[in-house]
Each structure stands twice: as structure tokens, then as C-alpha cells.
């Protein structure tokens, strides 16, 4: 029984996550086929698609080294082929109830600004990159989810924590941006430039 529902909590967690993101994607909108792109994505008219899938790319040693499971992956964005405008998975971590994600897209962090989906957008520096924290306009109370952006060449890549929804009574940072920025600092080595 117990197993059953903590399967079913992760599986809860995730789905959380997945809308979430589509909260981001909704936001910056894409390019599908020759339709334009929504406001904020972009002018070109061609299919963009991002460039390195960190569901596939990031290494063992990033995830371990940051303190994820690399066992626990789960795909929130990962369509199949190269015409995706995001990749996105997630994976348990090994010293607390949360999951930490690791996204990239073809958006970049000027998108961000025009995302009418997100607030509390912060500037944070991570190593050598200027970054941002931000989270989801409406986002329960409390906020249990922080994304980090950092650039990458031709779009954008997110870091980010979310504590497990069966722990949202009980979560000591909301939103868990201090735990996301620890996360995306120890990750960003691993990450494209």
C-alpha cells in the first residue's frame, strides 16, 4: 500500500510538473509548421526546434553531482524526433522530497520577460552566466515550484526544484528558488554554452 502511494505521488508530482510547463510553453508560444509564432516567440515563420535534449545529453555524473537520482527520470517534454521547442525531464532527488528538472527550449530569457504566464522574475548569477528565477502566475499557495533560465546558444535552458505535492503543508522554501539556484549552480558546468 505504502508503495502504491508513493508511486501515485510521483506520479501526481509530475503531472504537476508537466502543466506547469505548459504554463511556460503557453506563454512563449511555437511555431507549428507554417502558422506564426505567438507573440514572444519570435518572428521566423520556419519550425524551430531545440537543439540539445537534456533528457538524453545530461550526463550520470551531472545528475549524481547535483544530487539526483538518475534512476527516477521522467520525461515532462520529450517528443519524439528533432521538431520539439522544448525538452524537459525530471528527477527525484536524493536528499528530500522534491524533484529537480533540467528543460531546454528554442526561447530565450528576453521571452521571459514577455511571458504573461510567469512573475517574480529575479536576476541571479550562476558561475559565469546572468540567469533569472522566476515561477507561474497562480501557482498554488504555497509556491512549490522555482525555475532558474540560463542562455544557451539558440534558446534557453531551465533549472529548476519542486517539492513533492504531498509535502506542500510542510515545505521550508516557497518558492524553493534558494534550492533551484544551488541546483542550477552545480549544473551548469555539465550544460551547454
Known amino acids: 500500500m505504502r508503495a502504491a502511494r508513493k508511486k501515485y505521488a510521483g506520479a501526481v508530482g509530475n503531472a504537476v510538473i508537466a502543466i506547469a510547463a505548459a504554463g511556460l510553453v503557453t506563454g512563449c508560444g511555437v511555431t507549428v509548421g507554417e502558422e506564426p509564432a505567438a ?3 519570435g518572428t521566423s515563420s520556419e519550425e524551430q526546434h531545440v537543439q540539445w535534449n537534456p533528457c538524453s545529453e545530461l550526463s550520470e555524473d551531472a545528475l549524481r553531482a547535483t544530487g539526483a537520482d538518475p534512476n527516477t527520470k521522467s ?3 520529450d517528443a519524439p524526433g528533432d521538431r520539439a521547442a522544448w525538452r524537459m525531464c525530471t528527477w527525484r532527488a536524493t536528499d528530500g522530497p522534491y524533484f529537480i528538472g533540467v528543460g531546454a527550449t528554442v526561447f530565450t530569457q528576453d521571452d521571459v520577460y514577455k511571458n504573461t504566464q510567469v512573475t517574480g522574475i529575479e ?5 559565469d552566466r546572468s540567469g533569472l528565477t522566476y515561477h507561474l502566475v497562480g501557482n498554488e499557495d ?11 546558444q539558440n534558446g534557453m535552458l531551465n533549472v529548476y526544484a519542486s517539492w513533492h505535492y504531498s509535502e506542500r503543508s510542510s515545505i521550508p522554501e516557497s518558492p524553493p528558488c534558494g534550492l533551484a539556484v544551488g541546483h542550477a549552480q552545480t549544473l551548469e558546468p555539465f550544460l551547454p554554452e
Do not use: K, T
Open 39 to 41: 507573440e514572444g516567440a
Open 75 to 77: 520525461a515532462v517534454f
Open 123 to 127: 536576476p541571479v548569477q550562476i558561475n
Open 142 to 152: 504555497p509556491i512549490r515550484l522555482c525555475y532558474v533560465s540560463l542562455p544557451m
